[in-house]
């Protein structure tokens, strides 16, 4: 059965993609993919967000440290009875969504290839209703903080993309300024307490120039917490 809506579509394509799909799934979408060009679409356009993160950061080598965590986690799950893809083994990402399950790749692939010298936390940043990641933020060091587009995203007329974070124990956000849709942004941080885990960043749309009262004002585009890197 094809999907009912252009969502449920990106979805579906997002599960090929990442190959969460069951073996007789997967061969139905990849036969459909020859016939439906909505389809093909949608997974062009996963595929195209997904080789974008290869350009975030040079790839290295995982510390020792990293492998054994990894092996450890692997020796806890169940043997599979029969050969399957990778994703297929791991049931831990079955219950996610095509979307979310991407927010987490996305955060897991930037941890494995950034030097931990040089990073010191990250943030995936997702959209609120389909958890779609469309902003990285990553940071050199306490200072200074990146936020790089995965994305050429759209704001009407009259409004702006304003940037925010929060500490857990900060009475208020505070803004970032400004961002241009799609475009890398940086800020540095020298008025502001250091970093923190579990830190919350977020976008929200608000009139042009800015939030009027200092605060968030407008809908949240996207949002996400601030992540320590291994």
């Given amino acids: 059965m094809k999907p009912d809506s252009a969502e449920e579509l990106d979805s579906l394509a997002g599960e090929y993609v990442l190959g969460t799909l069951s073996p007789e799934q997967y061969a139905a979408v990849a036969e459909r993919l020859h016939t439906d060009p909505a ?11 997904l080789l974008e993160l290869t350009a975030l950061s040079t790839p290295q080598p995982p510390s020792p440290r990293l ?3 990894i092996q450890r986690s692997l020796d806890e799950l169940p043997a ?5 893809r990778l994703w297929q083994r791991l049931g831990l990402w079955q219950g996610l969504s095509a979307a979310g399950l991407a927010a987490s790749l996305l955060l897991a692939f930037i941890l494995l290839t950034t030097p931990p010298s040089t990073t010191e ?22 200072h200074m903080i990146e936020l790089l587009p995965l994305g050429q995203d759209t704001v009407p007329d009259g409004m702006a993309l304003q940037f ?16 241009k849709p799609g475009e890398p942004y940086r800020v540095p941080l020298q008025s502001l ?4 885990a579990n830190q919350l960043f ?12 200092g605060l968030p004002t407008g809908p949240v585009k996207f949002i996400g917490r601030a992540v320590k890197v291994i």
């Fill in 39 to 49: 389809l093909r679409a949608a997974v062009d356009a996963w595929e195209a967000r």
């Fill in 67 to 69: 492998w054994r965590r």
């Fill in 80 to 84: 599979p009875r029969t050969q399957t």
């Fill in 121 to 142: 936390y990250l943030v995936v940043l997702v959209a609120p209703n389909s958890q779609a990641p469309g902003w990285v933020v990553q940071a050199s060091d306490s």
């Fill in 164 to 179: 925010w974070t929060k500490g857990e124990q900060w009475r208020a956000p505070v803004s970032l300024g400004l961002v």
């Fill in 193 to 196: 307490p250091p970093l923190e």
């Fill in 202 to 213: 977020e976008l929200t749309l608000e009139k042009a120039g800015g939030s009027p009262t």
